[in-house]
């Protein structure tokens, strides 16, 4: 009898038990799908920041360099000279360049000017032959009544044959000295219209001329900028990383020196599910756990979500209609920014793998 209630008792202790880690495993299960609907995870995220490649628009030989590999610089803090002889070089040239068009416009302006006081002196030069025509052909009529008036005296002897042989030969005279006068005006007057044509020519050079100093002032302005190009400043606050150069290095323009990353203002990239992202929202509050530092909770808040899948973004997107098709849930990028104040004593570092968890209730 003993016997047989030590079994029935052994027996309501299993079905206790069991009854009890039934109950544990459904409240177990119960908290773990409460904990979903609240919150959402990935461990698909890291930390992401703003990085200022420093480059050079011009080329040349690194003649200095002013800081080192992970130095912390200032905004605007001399990074790198370039040897900066031959960017001087190229400003002298341009600006000899430049003094010799200036000298070629003053020899124009001075053309010009020339060319101006000859058509005033050619326009009273004509009216000066105006004047004289007016005179040779007052004294061409004179000479015509003289010669009229010896022709009557003539045929009764009332003159002597000298005198009216003096008189005609004074009214041809007077007859070739009006023609000649017409002449000089006929030629003043095309003169005139020459002269013009002359200074047309002068001014339109002038005007060229102007273009052309124009052309060559932004040649030396380009030069000079060139010139201040040959010292690079920091960007930003930051650390400096990825120094790739050293003196005496010859480089091109474009050509990545160095980045400066600033740490303060780095922020978190999640790539959440896509069956994820219906409960996600602009402004909703996130845990992130940042695997350098065990132990320490960051605090941030939801920024944007990016407008497409990584994968389309992708170098080479996928082409879904060539090809078998096999269906993979996608992942979106999601904005996490971190709230402001955070420990300064934990540093967030571009690239460091983090756990943020949003809270979507």
Known sequence: MAIRNGILNNHRKKVIWSLVLLLAAAAGIFAYVKYRENYITTDDAFVTGNIHVVASKVPGTILTIHVQDNQFVKKDTLLIEIDIRDQDTKVREADSALGAERAKLVELSNRVDVARKQLSELEYKIETLKANLKLQEANLKQAELDVKRAENLIKTDAISRDRYDRTKTGHEIALAQVDAARDQLRQAVASVDTQKAIIRQAEAAYLSQNSVIRQKEAVLTAEELKKGYTKLYAPCDGYVTKKAVEIGNQIQPGQPLMAV?????????????????????????VKIKVDTYPGKTFYGKVDSIMAGTGSVFSLFPPENATGNFVKVVQRIPVKIVLDQGTDPDHVLRVGMSVIPTIMVR
């Open 261 to 285: 990353v600033p740490l303060d203002s780095v922020w978190v990239t999640a790539n959440y599910k896509e069956t994820q992202l219906a409960r996600i929202r602009k402004g909703q509050k």
